[in-house]
Structure formats: structure tokens, C-alpha cells
């Protein structure tokens, strides 16, 4: 069936990062797998390439556009060619729309150029040690100086994608204490320049996959942070944070769908050109079978990743349908990508073949974001139960 979400000015754009990813990306992969993360200077190429400005008003050095497809497109060609653009998805997908919703015009033009550029990357730092999904159970504080010109920062922060290249980070710390009617309560956004004393970075973390995404620890002792950099209204970080969950699901959505397909891909190819028993792997019923239902659950998923890009393009898409869709999805792709694997046999095992590390990188899709089990939460609370 064809796909009907994407117009021309998306395969357009396709065709670009298409390229783009076979000649800037493609022969340099395994160096990054090697030290764990991206160079910093393939950020600067990224900005040069537009691909942080789609999104941005053009008043501001952007493209200006609305539309979250061109994203989409972005994740379905790294995951079709067994790569990814390291840490710089956190950048536009999770930063970009806290700074186009609430930052003050002010903010805006004393950021934005430079984030569209790659001059300054930006990460978002929620998850506290030992509180996982609970976010209003957060402990970093930020107080205000005796002089009222600076909030100071305090506490710690992990699994903080792009945390080791950030130059600014969304901090979120708590302003005032929560109130027992409303554990939520209290939670502000600060955007943090790096460079600031008592700001540092611990461990790059070790993770099982995404391999060229730095993700680090994150500590603040002391870190002053002028009240000019409070992004939004105090106290009402956390309605915030809830209003952009539903595009940071609907990404991992359109992330998992982009891998089950690329999966599918380096299967079928592998099991053409591999051997055994004087025959194509191809050629044994088990195979056909397999790639057959593998093939049948991708197209499902792209069902539901398409109807959920519309809905986001339009402003209907709601958290419980964002839920939906990030749920099903990851849970395809996690049965396709270990039946793909399966097909190749040993080889599958092998971080040289690309399945092993799509494997790899798959799995934290059922937990970050929200785990399954928060999906299915949210998802029952819409249906009344």
C-alpha cells in the first residue's frame, strides 16, 4: 500500500539525509561505536545541513516549519542504514519544543541561532537517581539568592542523553516544596550553561546499546543560575514536561516502526545470499514463514505511526494515543527485531552485523519515555479503568 503521509517536500527531503548518511555518516560509524559517541563537530555539520532549524520560525534562522514528518524521516533513514546521528535527537525532539513554547522573546533571540547552527547543544536532565518515571519525587533544588538575582542550583540527575556534548541543559529542579494535595507542585525549568562553576560531568554511562549517543551523569554544587534563564513560569515545570510527552512518544514510536523495518531489510537480505545445507536460507519454509509475519506486524506499526504523524501535525494526538502508539510499536519491533536476528543465525550475535546492534539498540524503547507498563497506565486511565 502506499504511504500517504509524506508529500513531496518530505521525499525531497529524504533524499538529502539519505546521502547525507551514506557520505557523512555510513564510513564513519564504527569509529563512533568505537568512542562511544559522535564528535562534536559533526553537530556543526548537522546545523550547516539545516537538520536543527527545520522546526525553528524563521526569525530566528529556521526553516519554520510545523510539521514533526521531517523528523520522521530523519529516523527512518538512520535506522535504514544501521546508524544514528548520536546524541543530537534529544536536541530538537525533547528540547526544541519546551524553547519554542515557553521561552520569553528575549530568550528566543539570545538562543535559538545558536542552537539551529550547533553552536550550542542542548540536552534535558529529569531522571534523578533511585526516582525513575516518578518525577515529582525529584530532589535537585534550585533556591532563590538573597539578592534575587540567581537560583542555586543543587542535586544530581542521570541517564542524561547528550549530557557529555550539552552546552545548555533543561534543568528541572524544584523551587518550592511540593504540598501534600499536589506532589507536583514546585517543579521549575532552568535552562543551565555548562560552563558555570559547580556544574559537572560525571560518568559517560556504559549502556547496552545506542552506543553513539553520549549519555552521562549530571551533579550541580552550588551552580548559579541567573533568573533570566527560568524558562517558563516558576513552580510549573512539571505541567510542562506532561504537555510535550506525547511528541517524545510519538518519536520512540516512529524510532521503533524505522528499526522493525530496517530489521525485516537486513534480514531478507541475509538470508538470501547465506547457505546451509546446499541451500538458501531463503529458500526453507520457516523462513518465508517467519519474514512473512515480521513483515506483516511492520506494516501494522507503520499503520499506526502514520495516523499518529497526522494527528500530532494537526494537534489532535493526545497523551493516551501517544501511549498507544509508542506501546505497540516498541512492542513490534522487539519480537521482529529478535525474530531478524534469529534468521541470521550466530552471525546475528556479531556487533559487525548490523541486526546485533539494532538489537541492542532497540530494547531501552520499552523504557524510556515511559516503560510499557506506564503506557498501559495512561491507556487505561483513558478508558475509565
Not at 521561552?103 to 538562543?111: F, H
Not at 559517560?204 to 543560575?225: P, Q
Not at 547457505?275 to 499503520?303: H, I, M, P, R
Not at 516498541?330 to 534468521?343: F, G, M, N, S
Request: charged residues 25%; negative net charge.
Amino acid at each position: 500500500m502506499r504511504r500517504t503521509v509524506y508529500n513531496e517536500d518530505h521525499e525531497a527531503f529524504r533524499e538529502t539525509i539519505r546521502a547525507f548518511v551514506e557520505a557523512e555518516v555510513v564510513p564513519v560509524h564504527d569509529a563512533w561505536l568505537a568512542a562511544g559517541q559522535a564528535p562534536r563537530d559533526f553537530y556543526y555539520k548537522l546545523g550547516e545541513l539545516g537538520v536543527f532549524g527545520i522546526e525553528v520560525p524563521e526569525e530566528y534562522g529556521g526553516a519554520g516549519e510545523e510539521s514533526f514528518k521531517f523528523q520522521a524521516v530523519i529516523s527512518e533513514e538512520c535506522a535504514r542504514a544501521g546508524v544514528s546521528f548520536g546524541g543530537s535527537g534529544v536536541h530538537v525532539a525533547l528540547c526544541l519544543p519546551y524553547l519554542k513554547a515557553y521561552a520569553t522573546e528575549e530568550q528566543k533571540k539570545r538562543w535559538l541561532p545558536d542552537f539551529v547552527s550547533g553552536r550550542t547543544m542542548y540536552a534535558i536532565a529529569m531522571t534523578e537517581p533511585g526516582t525513575g518515571s516518578d518525577l515529582a519525587g525529584m530532589k535537585t533544588t534550585a533556591r532563590l539568592s538573597e539578592d534575587g538575582t540567581h537560583y542555586v542550583l543543587n542535586g544530581a540527575k542521570t541517564f542524561i542523553t547528550g549530557g557529555v556534548h550539552a552546552d545548555r541543559v533543561i534543568v528541572c529542579a524544584r523551587t518550592a516544596p511540593s504540598t501534600p494535595e499536589d506532589r507536583r507542585f514546585g517543579i521549575s525549568l532552568l535552562v543551565v550553561d555548562t560552563k558555570t562553576p559547580g556544574y559537572a560531568v560525571g560518568r559517560k554511562l556504559d549502556k547496552l546499546g545506542l552506543r553513539t549517543s553520549d549519555t552521562a551523569e549530571l551533579s550541580f554544587t552550588d551552580v548559579r543560575v541567573p533568573v533570566e534563564d527560568l524558562l517558563g513560569e516558576e513552580n510549573k515545570g512539571f505541567s510542562y514536561l506532561g504537555q510535550n510527552l506525547p511528541q517524545e512518544r510519538l518519536a520512540i514510536a516512529v524510532g521503533s516502526y524505522a528499526q522493525a523495518a530496517a530489521a525485516v531489510r537486513f534480514a531478507q537480505q541475509y538470508v538470501r545470499d547465506r547457505t546451509v545445507f546446499g541451500k538458501t536460507v531463503a529458500s526453507f519454509q520457516n523462513t518465508k514463514f517467519e519474514l512473512a509475519a515480521c513483515k506483516a506486524e511492520v506494516d501494522a506499526a507503520e499503520a499506526v505511526v502514520d495516523r499518529a504523524l497526522e494527528a500530532h501535525d494537526l494537534g489532535e494526538l493526545t497523551p493516551a494515543e501517544a501511549a498507544s502508539a509508542k506501546l505497540f510499536t516498541t512492542e513490534v519491533a522487539h519480537r521482529v527485531i529478535d525474530k531478524c536476528l534469529q534468521l541470521h543465525g550466530g552471525y546475528g550475535y556479531m556487533n559487525e552485523y548490523p541486526i546485533a546492534r539494532l538489537y541492542a539498540d532497540n530494547r531501552v524503547n520499552r523504557i524510556y519515555g515511559g516503560t510499557s507498563e506506564v503506557m498501559k497506565t495512561i491507556i487505561a486511565k483513558s478508558m475509565g479503568l
